[in-house]
């Protein structure tokens, strides 16, 4: 089974900055489309950002569109997250899965191979 593991995450201020990893171990990242997806306490998940497989293209969020950006190292099998001018509404578990249809559609059904998630907190 693919398996995803996300790291990165810890507690920022508002304003401030964090870098999320996405990392496969026992297989390539190399030709699948990858999403960045949160749920915050109470709310159901939502997408936030997806990369294709090239990397040429990308999709976000309108909630973080400008804030956050999504990109890719295939050589080391890697898929970042880089968020900046982070808000306490930023606050949530954030999960890395695999696009199914590789189509960057940020519609939860889509993905699957979900990561463990890993847990940001976006307080002063």
């Known amino acids: 089974q693919l398996q995803l593991v996300e790291s990165g995450g810890g507690l920022v201020q508002p304003g401030g900055s964090l870098r999320l990893s996405c990392a496969a171990s026992?297989?390539?990242?190399?030709?699948?489309?990858i999403g960045w997806f949160r749920q915050a306490p109470g709310k159901e998940r939502e997408g936030v950002s997806c990369?294709?497989?090239?990397?040429?293209?990308?999709n976000y969020a309108d909630s973080v569109k400008g804030r956050f950006t999504i990109s890719r190292d295939n050589a080391k099998n890697t898929v970042y997250l880089q968020m900046n001018s982070l808000k306490a509404e930023d606050t949530a578990i954030y999960y890395c899965?695999?696009?199914?249809?590789?189509?960057?559609?940020?519609?939860?059904?889509?993905?699957?191979?979900w990561g463990q998630g890993t847990q940001v907190t976006v307080s002063s």
């Open positions: 899965a695999i696009d199914r249809f590789n189509q960057c559609v940020l519609y939860e059904g889509a993905f699957t191979s």
């Open positions: 026992r297989f390539t990242l190399n030709g699948y489309a």
């Open positions: 990369i294709s497989s090239s990397g040429s293209t990308t």
